[in-house]
């Protein structure tokens, strides 16, 4: 009778000892997906320009990275509108805006860059009829990273290696800089602003898409 009387107990036991081990498991994949990773995770470093648009003795790659980070840290609401000042005025923008945004204060003042390219070229850009409005739309901007950046670069998200932070990466209607952050893969975290009510503007978005239209270093 002992014996009987004992089974149940080594089965609590088990069971015990087994919800344990799932609570650990699942403790551990939750801290490896909170795991930030960066380039030195995957054994390559930082790409770092030669150029130095503004002078200010950061390189332009670099600078490009931190100025769309600072631009994102204000949480900018989401809101599509024409400005007489060209770049929107208060804690406000598009997806375009942080691109924008980034490039000004890395040197690249994109309205008047874009639009000496329209005068040049008018035949290349499908929208373009204003200054102030021209650089803050996606296909016009795609036109212009097509023909100016200094590298027309992969779209396949797997080469890792051949992502950087602040790079500059296109999707149908939708811009961002790349991130210097990484996923558990080595696929680089985008910086955007892609939606209203939008929480988080530094996001793991690239794996779930497949709709990469350009992906362009300034430098």
Not at 29 to 57: H, V
Not at 79 to 94: I, N
Not at 111 to 122: G, I
């Amino acid at each position: 009778m002992r014996r009987k009387r004992e089974f149940p107990l080594v089965m609590a036991g088990l069971t015990a000892v087994a919800l344990v081990f799932l609570l650990v498991c699942l403790l551990i994949g939750k801290l490896l997906d909170g795991r930030r990773y960066y380039d030195q995770d995957f054994g390559f470093e930082p790409y770092i320009s030669s150029t130095d648009a503004n002078g200010d003795g950061i390189d332009d790659q670099t600078e490009i990275l931190e100025q769309a980070k600072k631009y994102v840290a204000s949480k900018p609401s989401y809101r599509s509108e024409y400005y007489e000042t060209g770049y929107p005025v208060g804690d406000c923008g598009v997806c375009t805006d942080v691109v924008g945004y980034a490039m000004l204060h890395s040197g690249y003042d994109l309205m008047k860059l874009v639009h000496e390219d329209v005068l040049a070229v008018p035949e290349a850009y499908p929208k373009a009829a204003d200054e102030r409005i021209d650089f803050r739309r996606v296909v016009n901007l795609e036109v212009w990273f097509k023909r100016h950046a200094a590298y027309d670069l992969t779209t396949d998200i797997y080469q890792i290696d051949q992502w950087e932070g602040g790079d500059i990466v296109l999707f149908p209607g939708h811009i961002g800089v790349v991130s210097d952050r990484r996923n558990r893969k080595g696929i680089p975290y985008i910086i955007h602003h892609g939606r209203p009510g939008q929480q988080e503007y530094e996001e793991d978005i690239l794996e779930g898409r497949d709709d990469v239209t350009g992906h362009y270093r300034m430098s």
